[in-house]
T-cell receptor
Framework: SQTIHQWPATLVQPVGSPLSLECTVE??????LYWYRQAAGRGLQLLFY??????ISSEVPQNLSASRPQDRQFILSSKKLLLSDSGFYLC??????????FGPGTRLTVL | AQSVAQPEDQVNVAEGNPLTVKCTYS??????LFWYVQYPNRGLQFLLK??????LVKGSYGFEAEFNKSQTSFHLKKPSALVSDSALYFC????????????FGQGTTLQVKP
């Protein structure tokens, strides 16, 4: 069966520090991968998606970047965090035209 | 443009009563529709989907949803609510192309009171 992992579960970082969040998927090949941010327990904002290794599409201009160095690994990064980057970050995977499966999330607090 | 609307920020229901969480959509072509549930500080869990076939779709934890093409709706239902059903519920529609992107509604908080 397929599983998706995210780490860390929680993170507290100072403004201006770098960020690296990691997501890995097991039990499937060539998945579509997604990064979302959720603010205040409400709506989801799609940040990036990837349909293959090295292929990254950005949905909104911002202080973040994403990379997919391996088929089942998706990394969310920032060189310098802003207060507004605080939120709940969710990674998800899917096969085309099917449901997405979400990881457990990372709670990021920028102070 | 494709969109999803969940008109209610919160739905309150007594335990044992039936519940409905509303969702309407706007898409070009045939819609692929999904429902997810999210408990506090957790990722989203997939409940059910409509791709084609029967308009009444059954999913996890006793939930079901009815696809209504004429009303462009996909309401989530459960015959008898449990306190443990209290959570945030999201409706989503599959976007165009093969990226697998989903367009999510803003979410509805379901509060089931004992």
């Amino acid at each position: 069966s397929q599983t998706i992992h995210q780490w860390p579960a929680t993170l507290v970082q100072p403004v201006g520090s770098p960020l690296s969040l990691e997501c890995t998927v097991e039990g499937t090949s060539n998945p579509n991968l997604y990064w979302y941010r959720q603010a205040a327990g409400r709506g989801l904002q799609l940040l990036f998606y990837s349909v293959g290794i090295g292929q990254i599409s950005s949905e909104v201009p911002q202080n973040l970047s994403a990379s997919r160095p391996q088929d089942r690994q998706f990394i969310l990064s920032s060189k310098k965090l802003l207060l507004s980057d605080s939120g709940f970050y969710l990674c998800a995977w899917s096969v085309p035209a099917s449901e997405q499966f979400f990881g457990p999330g990372t709670r990021l607090t920028v102070l | 443009a494709q969109s999803v609307a969940q008109p209610e920020d919160q739905v309150n229901v007594a335990e044992g009563n039936p519940l409905t969480v509303k969702c309407t959509y706007s898409v070009s072509g045939n819609p692929y529709l999904f429902w997810y549930v999210q408990y506090p500080n957790r990722g989203l869990q997939f409940l059910l989907k409509y791709i084609t076939g029967d308009n009444l779709v059954k999913g996890s934890y006793g939930f079901e949803a009815e696809f209504n093409k004429s009303q462009t709706s996909f309401h989530l239902k459960k015959p008898s609510a449990l306190v443990s059903d209290s959570a945030l519920y999201f409706c989503a529609v599959h976007g165009s192309g093969n990226t697998g992107k989903l367009i999510f509604g803003q979410g509805t908080t379901l509060q089931v009171k004992p």
